[in-house]
């Protein structure tokens, strides 16, 4: 008779467990009016070389973490087509940066400025092209 109560409140403590787990959400970060996004840019043409592995894992994780919370989230696209199929693809690569304040990234880049130029060439030839842009609108497809 005593080791019902024990097993009652181990299957208790059970459920709580799986519950606790259950109800956290998981968000995937996205654009909201009034963030910021800078691109990277980085076009394609002869003799152009790009190492994405690097780019991803060594590079943008750098920066990343030179932006701190200004930062909401970062993204890294590979080119892989252009307009046609005969096009060749514009950008061989382009990373994302979503921040909140652009003076306060403006300050994270220029304090950072040498390791960031630096470690350019440690993946590619190409110069890139910076463009910032503000967030007006982030509008879903809603049809089903």
Do not use: W
């Not at 097993?7 to 519950?19: D, E, F, G, R, T």
């Not at 909401?72 to 087509?81: L, N, Q, S």
């Amino acid at each position: 008779m005593n080791s019902m109560p024990k097993y009652l409140l181990m299957a208790l403590a059970l459920i709580s467990l799986i519950a606790c787990k259950t109800s956290q959400v998981s968000t995937t970060p996205s654009p909201a009016a009034g963030m910021f996004k800078v691109a990277i840019l980085y076009p394609n043409g002869d003799d152009k070389t790009f190492d994405m592995d690097y780019y991803e894992k060594k590079h943008m994780p750098m920066v990343a973490g030179h932006l701190g919370s200004n930062l909401k989230f970062y993204e890294i696209d590979k080119g892989t087509a252009g307009r046609t199929p005969a096009d060749k693809v514009p950008f061989v690569a382009i990373g994302y940066f979503y921040i909140s304040d652009v003076a306060e990234y403006n300050k994270a880049i220029a304090q950072n400025r040498d390791a960031i130029i630096g470690d350019i060439k440690n993946y590619t030839n190409i110069q890139p092209v910076i463009n910032i842009s503000e967030i007006r609108q982030v509008v879903g497809n809603n049809t089903k």
